[in-house]
C-alpha cells in the first residue's frame, strides 16, 4: 500500500465519521443536549453550592440602560477602587473629580451582616449581526453576583435592596447640580455652582442650626411622610428687606441637601396651565424657588377680584363657572392656581421637594399663600446683628476679635444695616489685608446708614404732616 493509498483510505475514514456524527447530531440533537444538560447542572449543583444572579447592563429594548446596573456600578465603584487590579477611570461630570469602577472580568468581594459574596463584571460579545440602532458596540456588559444559596433570601432581599439605595444615593451626591430657570414653558439650565454655604451665612448662629436641622430632618424623613400620609415637600418663606441675605441662604440650602435649584419665573409663566406643566417636570430632590412673590404676580390683586365677584348678586352657578374659567384663561397665574399646585399636583409626583418664596414684605401677601402646610416654615431674615457681623468678620478677615469689635457692636444694636452693605465693607481693599481699614469703613457706613435713615424718618414725618394739612384744608372748603 502506498503512502497516497493510506491518506485516502485515512480521509473516507474520517469523512464516515463525520457524516455519521452529522447524522447523529440531526437525529438526536435535542434529546441528547438537553439530557446532557441537566446531567451536568445536576453534577454542578452537588458540588458548587453558589447561586447567582445576572445584572445587564440593557434590559429589553437595548436603548434604555438598566437602573439596576448603573446603581451596583455606582454602589461597587467605592468598593472596587480599593480592592481591583484593573480599574476604568473617568472624570465626573463636574470635571473636579475621577470615579473608577473595575474593568471587565474584574472581581471585588463585599460583606453583608457577617456573608460574604462576590461581584464579578464582565462582557459577552454577541456574533449575531443584528440591525439594532446601536450597531457599532454589540458588547453586553453585565455584573454577576456570587453567594451562597444558604443566604439566598437575605441577599435577594435585603442586600439587594440596600445596593440599590446606597448606588442611586451615592449617584445623587455625586451628581453635578443644576440650575434651571424657566423661559415660558420651558426649562433650560446650567451647572449651578454657587459657593454660599451655612458656614458663610452671617446670621444668628441658633436660628442657623435650626433650619439646618429642619432641611435635614426634612431630607431624611421619606418614611415619616409616607406613614403619616403627606407629600413629602416642605415650604419655606424666606422674608426681610433686600440685601440680608434670601437668595444667598436657597443656594446654601442647595449645597446644604445637594439639591437642583428651579428657579421660576412667575412673570413668564402665561397661565395655570403652564405652570402646572412646568412643575410636573421638576425632578425630584430639588429646590423650586419662587422670588419676589410679591411682584411676581398680581396675587393680592386676584385674591380681590375674586372677593368683589363673591359680593356681586348671586348668578347662576353654571355661568358663575363659565365665567370663572374664561378669567383665568385671559389673566395670567393666578393664586388660586398657584395654591393648587402646592397642594395637590406635589402628591402626584414622587420624591422630595422644596418649595422656597422670598419676599421683602410677608404682610402684603394673601394669608391663605402663607399658612402653614403651604409655607410651613417663615424665616425671617433680617438686619445685621452683632452675631452676624462676627461672622462676617471671620470669613472676610479671618477675625475672631479686634479692638473695635466693642464699638461696632454698640452701633450694630442701634443702626440698621444689611448683611450687604456690612460685606462691601469689609471687602478687603488691600493686599495684604488691613483690617482696621476694612472696620473703619464699616463704622463709616453705619454712620451714613444712620444718617440716611434719620433724613427718611424725617422726610416721612413732613410728608405726613403736610398731608393732614391737605386733608385739612379740603375739609374746611367742604364745610365752607
Ligand atoms: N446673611 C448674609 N450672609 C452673608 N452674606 C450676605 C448675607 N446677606 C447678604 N449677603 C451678601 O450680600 C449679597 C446680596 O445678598 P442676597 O442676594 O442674598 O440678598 P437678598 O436678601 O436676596 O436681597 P433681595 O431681597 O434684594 O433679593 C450677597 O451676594 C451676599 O454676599
Ligand atoms: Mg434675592
Given amino acids: 500500500m502506498t503512502m497516497n493509498d493510506m491518506f485516502g483510505q485515512l480521509g473516507s475514514i ?7 456524527w452529522a447524522m447523529f447530531q440531526q437525529f438526536f440533537p435535542h434529546q441528547l443536549r438537553s439530557h446532557i444538560e ?11 453550592p453558589y447561586i447567582q444572579i445576572t445584572f445587564n447592563e440593557f434590559t429589553g429594548e437595548r436603548l434604555m440602560r438598566s437602573e439596576a446596573y448603573s446603581a451596583i456600578e455606582t454602589y461597587l465603584s467605592s468598593n472596587s477602587s480599593m480592592q481591583a487590579k484593573r480599574l476604568k477611570a473617568d472624570i465626573v461630570k463636574n470635571s473636579q473629580s475621577l470615579a473608577l469602577s473595575m474593568d471587565d472580568h474584574e472581581e471585588v468581594a463585599d460583606e453583608f451582616e457577617g456573608i460574604k459574596l462576590w461581584w464579578a463584571s464582565g ?18 456588559r453585565y455584573y454577576k453576583l456570587t453567594f451562597h444559596k444558604r ?26 447640580r443644576k440650575l434651571y430657570t424657566n423661559n415660558g414653558s420651558h426649562w433650560s439650565h446650567v451647572v449651578f455652582e454657587h459657593p454660599a454655604t451655612f458656614q458663610t451665612l452671617a446670621m444668628d448662629p441658633e436660628k442657623k442650626k435650626e433650619i ?3 432641611l435635614i430632618t426634612f431630607s431624611k424623613a421619606e418614611n415619616f411622610y409616607a ?12 422674608y426681610g428687606p433686600p440685601g440680608t441675605g434670601k437668595s444667598t441662604m436657597i443656594a446654601a440650602m442647595a449645597n446644604l441637601l445637594g439639591y437642583d435649584l428651579y428657579d421660576l419665573e412667575l412673570t413668564a409663566v402665561k397661565d395655570n396651565t403652564e405652570l402646572r406643566k412646568l412643575l410636573i417636570e421638576t425632578s425630584s430632590k430639588s429646590i423650586i424657588v419662587i422670588e419676589d412673590i410679591d411682584c411676581s404676580a398680581d396675587l393680592t390683586g386676584q385674591r380681590k377680584k375674586k372677593k368683589e365677584k363673591d359680593e356681586e348678586e348671586e348668578k347662576d352657578p353654571v355661568q358663575q363657572l363659565a365665567k370663572e374659567e374664561t378669567d383665568t384663561k385671559t ?12 397642594d395637590g399636583l406635589w402628591s402626584a409626583c414622587g420624591g422630595e421637594r422644596l418649595i422656597v418664596f422670598t419676599t421683602n414684605y410677608a404682610d402684603k401677601l394673601d394669608p391663605a399663600l402663607i399658612r402653614r402646610g403651604r409655607m410651613d416654615k417663615h424665616i425671617e431674615l433680617s438686619y445685621c446683628s452683632f452675631e452676624a457681623f462676627k461672622v462676617l468678620a471671620k470669613n472676610y478677615l479671618h477675625l475672631e476679635s479686634h479692638h473695635l469689635f466693642a464699638k461696632i457692636h454698640g452701633l450694630l444694636e442701634e443702626i440698621n444695616i444689611t448683611p450687604a452693605d456690612v460685606a462691601e465693607s469689609l471687602m478687603p481693599k488691600t493686599d495684604p489685608v488691613d483690617a482696621e481699614t476694612c472696620l473703619d469703613s464699616l463704622m463709616k457706613a453705619l ?12 422726610e416721612e414725618a413732613s410728608k405726613k404732616e403736610s398731608l393732614g394739612k391737605q386733608v385739612k384744608e379740603k375739609v374746611e372748603e367742604n364745610t365752607n
Avoid: C
Wanted: no cysteine; hydrophobic share 40%.
Fill in 331 to 342: 389673566s395670567k397665574v393666578t393664586l388660586s392656581g398657584l395654591l393648587n399646585f402646592i
Fill in 38 to 48: 441537566k446531567q451536568s447542572q445536576r453534577f454542578v449543583n452537588l458540588v458548587y
Fill in 227 to 238: 406613614r403619616i400620609g403627606r407629600a413629602w415637600k416642605r415650604g419655606y418663606l424666606l
Fill in 447 to 458: 454712620e451714613i446708614a444712620e444718617v440716611e435713615a434719620k433724613l427718611k424718618t424725617d
Fill in 14 to 20: 474520517i469523512a464516515g465519521v463525520m457524516f455519521i
Fill in 212 to 214: 439646618i436641622d429642619d
Fill in 151 to 176: 443566604h439566598r433570601e437575605l441577599i435577594i432581599g435585603p442586600y439587594l435592596n440596600y445596593v440599590l439605595k446606597e448606588g442611586k444615593a451615592i449617584k445623587v451626591k455625586n451628581r453635578q
Fill in 123 to 140: 462582557k459577552s460579545i454577541s456574533k449575531a449581526q443584528s440591525f439594532s440602532l446601536y450597531p457599532i458596540t454589540d458588547e453586553k
